[in-house]
T-cell receptor
Framework: GAVVSQHPSWVICKSGTSVKIECRSL??????MFWYRQFPKQSLMLMAT?????????EQGVEKDKFLINHASLTLSTLTVTSAHPEDSSFYIC??????????????FGPGTRLTVL | AQTVTQSQPEMSVQEAETVTLSCTYD???????LFWYKQPPSRQMILVIR??????QNATENRFSVNFQKAAKSFSLKISDSQLGDTAMYFC?????????????FGQGTELSVKP
């Protein structure tokens, strides 16, 4: 099956700094990537949808200036948490979709990134 | 708006026994897909099974099968011959509607423990 990687798998940073998380599709071209946030024992919460070459679409309540998403190529999307604070500590997961058929295309998930802000 | 509901926050089952996880959903769409994802302690999301709404036949994948009741909007997962490695969080998910951007809508999750 298709493989999606994330880097780093775990990052610890100081409050006020920015952190970049990469999501890569290793063996397919991802026209669309999704970014999720997950708290312990809870479900995945969609943060934003990014399409290659265009601006990301953010879900209601997600701060665009806090969570910067760039989908510059068909294999790479990045999430930058700007001026991170302890409340941004969470598990961030990306998924990627190869086709353009919309809901009929399977999404493949990355292994996630654990962010801890001190 | 589409919603997915998993009413069992936690379940446990003895190794080798069968367990069924429940999921209901609400949608006005006629064409959609339903999924069960497994999230083990590693937190990697793993696709367990996928069902296309227009197919009446229930999907099966080895020990995993679903009971898809379209009229009742129910989509339960049956795990047969449970194994210790089945211990994980299980999420039911829905995707559908050409105007929804292919977004997956997840249920709250069911934490399954398989006991030796």
């Amino acid at each position: 099956g298709a493989v999606v990687s994330q880097h780093p798998s775990w990052v610890i940073c100081k409050s006020g700094t920015s952190v970049k998380i990469e999501c890569r599709s290793l063996d397919f071209q991802a026209t669309t990537m999704f970014w999720y946030r997950q708290f312990p024992k809870q479900s995945l919460m969609l943060m934003a949808t990014s399409n290659e070459g265009s601006k990301a679409t953010y879900e209601q309540g997600v701060e665009k200036d806090k969570f910067l998403i760039n989908h510059a190529s068909l294999t790479l999307s990045t999430l930058t948490v700007t001026s991170a604070h302890p409340e941004d500590s969470s598990f961030y997961i990306c998924s990627a979709r190869s086709g353009t058929s919309g809901y009929t295309d399977t999404q493949y998930f990355g292994p996630g990134t654990r962010l801890t802000v001190l | 708006a589409q919603t997915v509901t998993q009413s069992q926050p936690e379940m446990s089952v003895q190794e080798a026994e069968t367990v069924t996880l429940s999921c209901t959903y609400d949608t006005s769409e006629n064409n959609y897909y339903l999924f069960w994802y497994k999230q083990p302690p590693s937190r990697q999301m793993i696709l367990v099974i996928r069902q296309e709404a227009y197919k009446q036949q229930n999907a099966t994948e080895n020990r995993f099968s679903v009971n898809f009741q379209k009229a009742a909007k129910s989509f339960s997962l049956k795990i047969s011959d449970s194994q210790l490695g089945d211990t994980a969080m299980y999420f039911c998910a829905f995707v559908g509607g050409r105007n929804q951007g292919g977004k997956l809508i997840f249920g709250q999750g069911t934490e399954l423990s398989v006991k030796p």
